[in-house]
């Protein structure tokens, strides 16, 4: 079933998400996995849990890396973990 605002098929896997993580999510199925959100959402999971092993400087790091790399998903990851632990912002 489509989302009325956007038209967009709703994915039930992504709904606990926010938007911002949904659109990396999204980005990554359709560049990677001829879109499917199953490997992409569960490739997310595994590098915020891996974020969340990191010190805040270890973080700080690997997000710049990320961005550098041009890795949105990890950098997505790592960010929202940033968020979730209140990491200091530069």
Do not use: C
């Not at 079933?1 to 998400?17: C, F, N, Q, S």
């Not at 499917?36 to 805040?56: F, G, I, K, N």
Request: cysteine-free.
């Amino acid at each position: 079933m489509p989302d009325t605002t956007t038209g967009k098929p709703v994915d039930e896997r992504l709904a606990h998400y926010p938007e911002r993580i949904q659109a990396a999510i999204r980005s990554e199925a359709h560049t990677w996995f001829r879109n499917h959100v199953e490997p992409a959402a569960d490739m997310y999971d595994s590098q915020a849990a891996w974020a969340r092993l990191l010190t805040p400087e270890q973080r700080r790091s690997h997000s710049a890396g990320a961005w550098y790399a041009n890795q949105p998903l990890k950098r997505a990851a790592i960010g929202e973990v940033q968020r979730e632990l209140g990491d200091p912002t530069d």
